[in-house]
């Protein structure tokens, strides 16, 4: 399994920003895809977006247009800038890798929580 290291959650007002990082011990080059998933209470985990080795990225429709992917291959690092932050956004938020051989790896979370 890709070791997974997240850091910059925390609380943030409604319309503030956040950025999460996350750096594996894969380098990225040799993923099917990293991205980051979300679990609120009481739901299920969803992923929120996904970045491939070819920079296609995907947004679930709640983050679209606020959210944006992005990796610095050199530092195998994924980012999450998050903006316009909800109170909605409130969850704990997983790095996540999908190796080449199908195996998925999740980081231990980082808790972002958006005051109203």
């Known amino acids: 399994q890709v070791q997974l290291v997240e850091s910059g959650g925390g609380l943030e007002q409604a319309g503030g920003s956040l950025r999460l990082s996350c750096q594996t011990s894969?380098?990225?080059?040799?993923?099917?895809?990293v991205g980051w998933g979300r679990q609120a209470p009481g739901k299920e985990r969803e992923l929120v977006a996904t970045?491939?080795?070819?920079?296609?990225?995907y947004y679930a429709d709640s983050v679209k247009g606020r959210f944006t992917i992005s990796t610095d291959n050199a530092k195998n690092t994924v980012y999450l800038q998050m903006n316009s932050l909800r109170p909605e956004d409130t969850a704990v938020y997983y790095c996540?890798?999908?190796?080449?051989?199908?195996?998925?790896?999740w980081g231990q979370g980082t808790q972002v929580t958006v005051s109203s």
């Open positions: 996540h890798v999908r190796s080449t051989n199908g195996i998925r790896s």
């Open positions: 970045i491939t080795p070819g920079e296609y990225t």
């Open positions: 894969e380098s990225l080059f040799n993923i099917k895809y």
